[in-house]
């Protein structure tokens, strides 16, 4: 049941997407594979809904990154980027400094909820920033 649940909001999150990863806009296909990723705003295992609202297509550099909380958005789509600790050769987050951005449905009912960004911010992002390395 689940397998089926996460092939189904996999599909329709990237559909919505048009394939193509909400930060950096990378698109690879190759036939029927695609590497874009629907990646959970909240994660399932903290009862983040399967839900377009709580999901993003995401590059698998930019899903992992996420998920550490090296980048988050806001409500409005500009994209957050973590400060890394001073002189620390050992952090390197310059990358995701280009993309200020993030990309999002027209639709209001398909874009990523405020709530769901709100709960990544302040329980990913800003946690992660307190708290130096994860
Ligand atoms: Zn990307």
Not at 27 to 49: F, S, T, Y
């Amino acid at each position: 049941m689940r397998v089926v649940r996460d092939r189904a909001l996999r599909r329709v999150v990237l559909n919505l997407y048009d394939y193509a990863c909400a930060l950096c806009r990378t698109r690879l296909r190759w036939d029927n594979k695609v590497e874009a990723q629907a990646a959970h705003i909240k994660p399932r295992a903290l009862l983040g809904a399967d839900d377009v609202r709580n999901a993003l297509a995401l590059c698998g550099a930019h899903h992992w990154a996420f998920d550490l909380g090296l980048w988050t958005a806001t409500d409005d789509g500009l994209v957050r980027v973590r400060e890394p600790p001073a002189a620390e050769p050992s952090y390197e987050v310059r990358a995701l400094g280009e993309f200020s951005r993030l990309w999002r449905p027209t639709r209001d009912s398909a874009r990523p909820h405020a709530e769901a960004l709100e709960w990544h911010r302040v329980n990913v992002f800003e946690q992660g920033q307190n708290g130096g390395e994860q």
